[in-house]
């Protein structure tokens, strides 16, 4: 059901050198949420999600992903259980054509693996036809048709976005984290960005974690939202009640 927790992160750690980072965070992630990760500049965002994502082991802490301890696991065995971080389009990928992008995706291993395919040239190419029939539903989608054949190195900042929106897609995440979707975005393609991942959530069963500056884009998607600063929660609730807490107003007065 949508009550169940499919993310939880126990008092997590990350220091470098004597500096915390990550000052002892624990928070939970309901299934079928867009939950808001905000929070002042270094507050330990970025590094949180690295450590969700498995880019480093925490220097303490345990993290869980459906029932399961996740903590240990490298990236790609994460990846392999539907927990997806978004990343910028690789630029080796720039010259490719957004199609192209899309069907670069590796798919998450289902039972039957990878060796099977390999095994078997007929099999591939049946393969590529349904990976081309979906990276084509998915630019469809993302009603980004039109640019199907241009490289993704001319699209527009919001046009990167989406098709990065796409190549998660391509995976079958169950759990995405965004880094700051709308960084860069124009207002018309914030628009359809939002409509996207918001169709994502409630149409498709997607569950999003988002770290995002801008608030409009939180307050519109995201419930609930969690505060950091200085490394820890400071609160976890929804907009209003975030926005309007007094420890949460400091924190964003003290930035630099
Ligand atoms: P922003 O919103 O500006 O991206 P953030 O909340 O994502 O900030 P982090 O990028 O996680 O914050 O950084 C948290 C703190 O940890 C910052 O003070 C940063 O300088 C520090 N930090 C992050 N990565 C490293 C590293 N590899 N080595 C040393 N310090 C680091």
Same mark, same amino acid.
């Given at each position: 059901?949508?009550?169940?927790?499919?993310? #939880?992160?126990?008092?997590?750690?990350?220091?470098?050198g004597?500096?915390?980072?990550?000052d !002892?965070?624990?928070?939970?992630?309901? #299934? *079928?949420?867009?939950? !808001?990760?905000? *929070?002042?500049?270094? $507050?330990?965002?970025?590094?949180?999600?690295?450590?969700?994502?498995?880019?480093?082991?925490?220097?303490?802490?345990?993290i869980?992903?459906?029932?399961?301890?996740?903590?240990?696991?490298s990236?790609?065995?994460?990846?392999?259980?539907?927990?997806?971080r978004?990343?910028?389009?690789p630029? %080796?990928?720039?010259?490719?054509?957004?199609?192209?992008?899309l069907?670069?995706?590796?798919?998450?291993?289902?039972g %039957?693996?990878?060796l099977?395919?390999?095994?078997?040239? *007929?099999?591939?190419?049946?393969?590529e036809?349904? @990976?081309?029939?979906? $990276?084509?539903?998915?630019?469809?989608?993302l009603?980004?048709?039109?640019?199907?054949?241009?490289?993704?190195?001319?699209l527009? *900042? =919001?046009?990167?976005k989406? /098709?990065e /929106?796409?190549?998660?897609?391509?995976?079958?995440?169950?759990?995405? /984290?965004?880094?700051?979707p709308?960084?860069?975005?124009?207002?018309?393609?914030?628009?359809?960005l939002?409509?996207?991942?918001?169709?994502?959530?409630?149409?498709? !069963?997607?569950?999003? @974690?988002?770290?995002?500056?801008d608030?409009?884009?939180?307050?519109?998607?995201?419930?609930?939202?969690?505060?950091?600063?200085? =490394?820890?929660?400071?609160?976890?609730?929804?907009f209003?009640?975030?926005?309007?807490?007094?420890? @949460? /107003?400091?924190?964003?007065?003290? %930035?630099?």
């Amino acid at each position: 059901s949508g009550q169940d927790t499919m993310l #939880e992160v126990e008092d997590l750690v990350m220091t470098y050198g004597g500096f915390r980072a990550v000052d !002892g965070c624990s928070f939970a992630v309901r #299934e *079928g949420t867009i939950t !808001g990760l905000i *929070g002042p500049n270094g $507050a330990g965002k970025t590094t949180m999600f690295n450590l969700v994502a498995g880019a480093f082991p925490p220097t303490s802490g345990r993290i869980r992903y459906l029932g399961r301890d996740v903590t240990d696991l490298s990236t790609d065995k994460r990846f392999h259980l539907g927990l997806v971080r978004t990343f910028q389009i690789p630029h %080796e990928f720039h010259r490719l054509t957004a199609l192209e992008n899309l069907m670069m995706v590796p798919p998450r291993q289902s039972g %039957e693996g990878l060796l099977a395919n390999w095994l078997s040239p *007929g099999r591939v190419r049946a393969d590529e036809e349904r @990976v081309r029939a979906r $990276a084509v539903e998915t630019l469809a989608f993302l009603e980004l048709s039109h640019v199907a054949d241009e490289r993704a190195g001319n699209l527009s *900042g =919001g046009q990167k976005k989406l /098709l990065e /929106l796409g190549r998660t897609m391509m995976t079958d995440a169950k759990l995405v /984290l965004l880094d700051e979707p709308a960084a860069g975005v124009n207002r018309t393609l914030l628009r359809k960005l939002e409509e996207k991942i918001a169709i994502l959530n409630r149409e498709r !069963g997607y569950t999003f @974690v988002l770290i995002e500056h801008d608030m409009e884009m939180i307050e519109k998607l995201c419930d609930p939202v969690i505060c950091m600063a200085e =490394g820890r929660v400071l609160i976890q609730g929804d907009f209003a009640a975030v926005r309007s807490d007094p420890r @949460v /107003l400091e924190a964003y007065l003290g %930035e630099t």
